[in-house]
């Protein structure tokens, strides 16, 4: 596969300038730790241009509140999170989400990408004291409702619910029960790339705005 690292390195280079532009003079060298890092893994065909402006996007803003950022970074043996942000006694675990689903499940788009979200949240959460999703303004996130309710009160038959719709689509290892019981999601984040910020917001705040979306498009879960 033809790998344009000159392209690469000119498009991580632009999004960077601007980014920069926003953030104190101390704070630049941890956007360019993460940009260089991106290059170095673009070279290694592991990463790709749409993702890592996404990523140097949320990176900024992390930044901006005082965190020092790595990416693609693994927090166990089987996960390697978009983002992981250390602040102050907090650990923050950020995923990004642009709605993409492969070829193979373009008959079940809808279940594959809700348990995709599903299984974010209940495997990242565990890793970190903060775990946030991340997307794009073009793309709504199936967050199920459960995951904004305490652990002690969600029911078993919700839990199952939940459970079935991953154990389609996750059998190696399975999501466990104990970690959807568990499970939290304590922000959202919205990127708008062609203006080059993230807001964040609460995940109450973001399915009160997408709920209609969601109830008309016959998403219930």
């Given at each position: 596969m033809y790998l344009d690292v000159e392209k690469f390195r000119d498009d991580v280079y632009a999004i960077t300038e601007l980014l920069s532009s926003r953030l104190e003079e101390k704070d630049k060298p941890k956007l360019n730790f993460v940009r260089q890092k991106l290059i170095d893994l673009y070279k290694e065909n592991l990463v790709k241009i749409n993702h890592s402006v996404l990523e140097l996007i949320c990176s900024s803003e992390l930044i901006s509140q005082g965190?020092?950022?790595?990416?693609?970074?693994?927090?166990?043996?089987?996960?390697?999170?978009?983002?992981?942000?250390?602040?102050?006694?907090?650990?923050?675990?950020?995923?990004?989400?642009?709605?993409?689903?492969?070829?193979?499940?373009?008959?079940?788009?809808?279940?594959?990408?809700?348990?995709?979200?599903?299984?974010?949240?209940?495997?990242?959460?565990?890793?970190?004291?903060?775990?946030?999703?991340?997307?794009?303004?073009?793309?709504?996130?199936?967050?199920?409702?459960?995951?904004?309710?305490?652990?002690?009160?969600?029911?078993?038959?919700?839990?199952?619910?939940?459970?079935?719709?991953?154990?389609?689509?996750?059998?190696?290892?399975?999501?466990?029960?104990e970690e959807i019981q568990n499970a939290r999601i304590n922000s959202v984040y919205l990127i708008n790339t062609d203006k080059g910020f993230a807001k964040e917001i609460d995940p109450e705040a973001y399915l009160e705005l997408t709920k209609d979306l969601l109830r008309k498009s016959e998403f219930e879960i």
């Open positions: 965190y020092n950022v790595d990416v693609e970074k693994s927090v166990s043996d089987i996960l390697v999170c978009d983002l992981f942000a250390n602040g102050e006694n907090e650990a923050t675990i950020v995923e990004i989400e642009t709605g993409f689903t492969p070829p193979e499940h373009a008959l079940d788009t809808v279940d594959y990408y809700t348990a995709r979200i599903i299984s974010k949240i209940a495997r990242y959460s565990q890793h970190c004291t903060k775990f946030c999703l991340a997307t794009p303004i073009v793309n709504v996130l199936p967050i199920p409702s459960l995951f904004l309710n305490s652990p002690n009160t969600r029911t078993d038959e919700q839990i199952t619910k939940i459970k079935n719709i991953c154990d389609r689509f996750y059998r190696h290892p399975q999501i466990k029960f």
